[in-house]
């Protein structure tokens, strides 16, 4: 059955692509979303300060 090299690469590359998304998405660690006691707290506003136009 896997004797064809075709199918072979076929196989890798998809398993390549199923450890790639695993490790993309680390599902053994907990989200950093937003929990209900953050979404009544306002969000950090940034100060930003901008150059002069020459």
Known sequence: MFRSPLVRIILVV???I???GVLRYKP???SG????ADADRPREQLS???LPVT
């Open 14 to 16: 998809i398993l390549a």
């Open 18 to 20: 199923t450890v790639l």
């Open 28 to 30: 053994w660690q907990r």
């Open 33 to 36: 979303g937003q929990t209900a």
């Open 48 to 50: 930003v300060g901008f």
